[in-house]
């Protein structure tokens, strides 16, 4: 393709709230000779840098100042059970794949959006499933080193919607490929309550139920605007999880692991009647309480209102504190 700078783009169809958004300058980037071009070419401009993917799990601005870099590569390589994906691939499109092709390890993570980026970056998990556990390494841009390295997956600090490339290292690491080790041994994982009892027999049949469950919980963000779950599950230590069941005992179960119990986010906010209450153009889904969706010409300030009213709401009466999952950019 090779490296070129646009001006004053719109990015309103590339973020999956759909928000109204203009890149003062954009990029897309297909290799790792791209990425270096781009950083050059903004710290010789002194300009700001932001990367995006599919759009699918950010909040931004109305302007993105300085450049944008756009990660587009498509690449895909496989060496038997070792799988390495660009990180521009969709996410989506890369598992149901690689479960046609009877290789397991990913099927409960189908029907997430977004692209093969994003998934160590958040760490992303579902139906019992956390994409750290098939993690080998991850190759970055390290922008402080001007190289490409390789981390482990242990170097990654992967906790629970979270990693090294969310905290410490969140603007210095840019993620170019992934790298995952799966099986051709199929052990479906049906702990989840909607899966449970569930009758497949291959990689494929539990992606595509997967699928079908995430579409009857979640709105679609092609037909309605949304990046998914806007608000992490807390998660609770064992005397805080244990004077919340004695106050409020209809409370679902949590599910406890090392790290403590995860609590359900979507039945804090439920209590709080906030389902389907909206500030400007956004709305917290009547389909499901853990989404927020652009109703119709939601801005950003929107967006930040209602998440913040959220978060106020529940914390006044559980006294217990919300986080978000997307990453808001811009002020």
Known sequence: MGFAVRNNVDLTSANTLRLPVHAQYYCEVYVDEEIAEAIAYAEARDLSLTILGDGSNVVLPPRI??????????????????????????????????????????????????????????????????????IVSVGVYDRLDG??????????????????????????????????????????????????GADVTTPLSMATLVTRVRKGKLPDPTTTPNVGSFFKNPVLSESTYTAFRLTHPEAPEGVTSDAGTKIHAAWLIEQCGLKGHRVGGAMVSSQHALVIVNAGKATYRDIRLLAAHVQDVVSDRFNLSLEFEPTFYGN
Request: hydrophobic share 35%.
């Open 65 to 134: 100042e300085g450049l944008t870099l756009h990660m587009r590569s498509q690449a895909i390589t496989q060496e038997e059970n070792l799988i390495t994906a660009a990180s521009g691939v969709n996410w989506h499109s890369l598992v149901m794949r690689l479960c046609e092709d009877g290789l397991c390890g990913l099927e409960n993570l189908a029907g997430i959006p977004g692209s093969v980026g994003a998934a160590p970056v958040q760490n992303i998990g579902a139906y019992g499933v956390q994409v750290e556990e098939t």
């Open 147 to 196: 190289c490409t390295r390789v981390l482990s997956r242990d170097d990654c600090c992967f906790g629970y919607r979270d990693s090294i490339f969310k905290g410490a290292h969140r603007d210095r690491l840019i993620v170019t490929r992934v790298s995952f080790a799966l099986s051709d041994h199929f052990e479906p994982i049906t702990s989840y309550r909607d899966l449970q």
